[in-house]
């Protein structure tokens, strides 16, 4: 296994980025060698590190660590030896943990030195989401059956399990002030739509809420937002946003072409898509939009040249951007660059574009 630099280079991007300006990276990241097809991607909350992880289609995985700002190499480190062509991936808010699930087994590491911390025995079979609480000391897993658990960072112990309805767990967030969790899980039927987010007390385990989606043929796909505060439900042309404390349809974003990726902003005010549109002779126009929240109205566009991977993600201060490109390929991107100006008014409050 190798992996190279294909180029580290200065923000070139002219202007101040209004909307429609192509945004260009920083830096750009290849895997070679035999396991080079890229799984995940995650960024520290802190926007300092960053990990990639890559694999065949099946058997070992390896994650190579970067330094976020400049792009750096600092180190790879082992993953677990047998993975299902996808391992969920995550960093302590400092950086200096990771978190690497496989089949049965989730590997705690110290990401400054690569050492090996923690084997957990994962009770998911696969693990699908592996989030940090926003202190550091907590991180959660779910996957496969109808169970959260809660792990002690510093002595790999669990602290906790949340028993959910579903039994197929597709993510769990822990709240801004760490006292929440949520989780988002589906039946194991085929039918994803019937999907269910439940909301427990971090401190005691007693559930808090339960939001609950029905029966829809244009259901595509679901998420949580990284605070746990919101639903996002994907269909064949549109975006809803619900939120999960009211069980409220805050709004509806009204999408055109092919969305490839979702994250929202730092203030969790606005949500970021990328995503790209067929033109004529099989050219493809990407894109990347910022919307608000509340109102589901577009607040800016800018043109994205890439070959559009499956992973987008955004740190949680918001600073750096990460995207596939291709099977093996990541670009960076600060993402003032990256992210479309949005135009505020008087108040401070966020303008959206003109239709």
């Not at 799984?39 to 065949?56: C, R």
């Not at 050219?283 to 577009?298: F, N, S």
Request: glycine share 10%.
């Amino acid at each position: 296994m190798r992996l190279s630099i294909i180029s580290l280079i200065g923000v070139l991007l002219a202007g101040n980025g209004a909307s429609g300006q192509e945004a260009k990276p920083y830096a750009e990241l290849a895997i070679e060698g035999d396991y080079n097809w890229i799984t995940y991607l995650a960024l520290s909350g802190n926007g300092k590190v960053f990990a990639v992880s890559h694999a065949d289609s099946d058997g070992p995985c390896f994650v190579t660590l970067f330094d976020a700002v400049s792009g750096k190499l600092l180190r790879q480190v082992d993953g677990p030896k047998d993975t299902v062509g996808f391992n969920a991936v995550s960093l302590s808010p400092d950086g200096k943990r990771l978190a690497v699930g496989g089949i049965r087994e989730i590997l705690m590491i110290d990401a400054e030195s690569g050492k090996l911390l923690h084997k957990l025995e994962n009770p998911h079979y696969h693990a699908h989401s592996l989030p940090f609480s926003p202190d550091g000391l907590t991180m959660a897993s779910c996957g496969y059956g109808d169970k959260v658990i809660l792990w002690d960072v510093k002595t790999g112990k669990k602290t906790a399990t949340l028993k959910h309805s579903r039994d197929l767990l597709w993510s769990v967030a822990f709240s801004s002030d760490g006292k929440k969790v949520t989780a988002l899980g589906f039946p194991n039927d085929g039918d994803t739509s019937k999907w269910v987010v439940q909301v427990w007390d971090r401190a005691t385990s007693k559930e808090l809420s339960r939001l609950k989606g029905k029966k829809d043929k244009n259901f595509v796909r679901a998420d949580l937002s990284p605070n746990g505060e919101v639903v996002v439900v994907a269909k064949e042309t549109s975006l809803e946003l619900w939120d999960i404390s009211s069980g409220k349809l805050m709004s509806v974003i009204e999408v055109e072409g092919y969305e490839s990726g979702y994250e929202f902003s730092a203030d969790g005010k606005s949500l970021i898509t990328v995503g790209y549109t067929e033109e004529p002779k099989g050219k493809v126009a990407g894109r990347v939009e910022r919307w608000d929240v509340k109102t589901g109205k577009k607040l800016g566009s800018k043109a994205l040249a890439t070959n559009l991977g499956s992973y987008f993600v955004l740190s949680r201060r918001g600073d750096r951007v990460a995207i596939q490109d291709g099977r093996s390929t990541v670009k960076l991107w600060s993402a003032d660059k990256f992210l479309p100006v949005v135009k505020k008014d008087k108040r401070g409050e966020e303008k959206p574009t003109k239709p």
